[in-house]
T-cell receptor, first 111, second 113 residues
């Protein structure tokens, strides 16, 4: 049972480039999330989804887009990467009244 | 605004001793969940313990227990019989609607032999 899988685990981008982070979960969870973790700031919510075909903004959504075309997948897109988006990104999934299960994280560096 | 405060950036403990990590939070909701997550150097977020706000009894998981004071909005984590493998960052968090998590800034726990 893989749980939550993120692809890729590491990436270096040049300013202005675009990329997509993929998150896949095999627990049939309704809810999925994208968080970013910066030094000294804990994890902050970027976007989330409460079901297939739905998305909503979190605390820090600017510069990111998301899609949830299939229940098991949640994609995070950066259309034009900026150095301020250098961070570790975590995907998570959950159901109502349960804890969140996290992926292993993606370290993204924008130069 | 909903916030979580962890006032201890770093704590140290010796093996076999007990340590308590502090957490306070602010929310206007009456029904919510509280969590402690552990993040070792591998970066993986691992659930340590969870507490439902409507339950008065403090949660316990083996060597880990919490002191939940709802009126004071306090949720501290006690680690008993500390082990070297407990060394990690510990994050306090609470879940709002749709289980969206609000995290504190973390406490780094150092464990010495």
């Amino acid at each position: 049972n893989a749980g939550v899988t993120q692809t890729p685990k590491f990436r270096v981008l040049k300013t202005g480039q675009s990329m997509t982070l993929l998150c896949a979960q095999d627990m049939n969870h309704e809810y999925m999330y994208w968080y970013r973790q910066d030094p000294g700031m804990g994890l902050r919510l970027i976007h989330y989804s409460v079901g297939e075909g739905t998305t909503a903004k979190g605390e820090v959504p600017d510069g990111y887009n998301v899609s949830r075309l299939k229940k098991q997948n949640f994609l995070l897109g950066l259309e034009s990467a900026a150095p301020s988006q250098t961070s570790v990104y975590f995907c998570a999934s959950s159901q109502a009244n349960t804890e969140a299960f996290f992926g292993q994280g993606t370290r993204l560096t924008v130069v | 605004a909903q916030t979580v405060t962890q006032s201890q950036p770093e704590m140290s403990v010796q093996e076999a001793e007990t340590v308590t990590l502090s957490c306070t939070y602010d929310t206007s909701e009456s029904d919510y969940y509280l969590f402690w997550y552990k993040q070792p150097p591998s970066r993986q977020m691992i659930l340590v313990i969870r507490q439902e706000a409507y339950k008065q009894q403090n949660a316990t998981e083996n060597r880990f227990s919490v002191n939940f004071q709802k009126a004071a909005k306090s949720f501290s984590l006690k680690i008993s019989d500390s082990q070297l493998g407990d060394a990690a960052m510990y994050f306090c968090a609470f879940a709002t609607g749709f289980q969206k998590l609000v995290f504190g800034t973390g406490t780094r726990l150092l464990v010495s032999p």
